[in-house]
Nanobody, 115 residues
Framework: VQLVESGGGVVQPGGSLRLSCAAS????????MSWYRQPPGKGRDLVAS????????NYADPVKGRFTISRHNANNTVSLQMDRLQPDDTAVYYC?????????WGQGTQVTVPS
């Protein structure tokens, strides 16, 4: 299983970024996918998740109405569109899946929103 994130960077408050995660090594369309984030000095928290084929989504309260998770089963990718970014969104963002009783994580991508 391999998860590779891309799309992080530095963006001014109120701006937007789109993260992508390229997945391989497991039956992508049958697996739920998630994005987590870990702010500096804090733990890793769930940001958003999307179910497999049905595409049902779930969001953490701080990002509801600003972030949108989507998946593209044809090319094994999951994306996170982040709008109206705020300094509190500064974190390393990780792609995640659970497969054969194991958690799998990408290497993370840094998102920085200066105050």
């Amino acid at each position: 299983v391999q998860l590779v994130e891309s799309g992080g960077g530095v963006v001014q408050p109120g701006g937007s970024l789109r993260l992508s995660c390229a997945a391989s090594g497991f039956p992508f369309s049958y697996n739920a996918m998630s994005w987590y984030r870990q702010p500096p000095g804090k733990g890793r928290d769930l940001v958003a998740s999307i179910s497999s084929i049905g595409g049902n989504t779930n969001y953490a309260d701080p990002v509801k109405g600003r972030f949108t998770i989507s998946r593209h089963n044809a090319n094994n990718t999951v994306s996170l569109q982040m709008d109206r970014l705020q300094p509190d969104d500064t974190a390393v963002y990780y792609c995640h899946t659970y497969y054969r009783s194991r958690d799998y994580w990408g290497q993370g991508t840094q998102v920085t929103v200066p105050s």
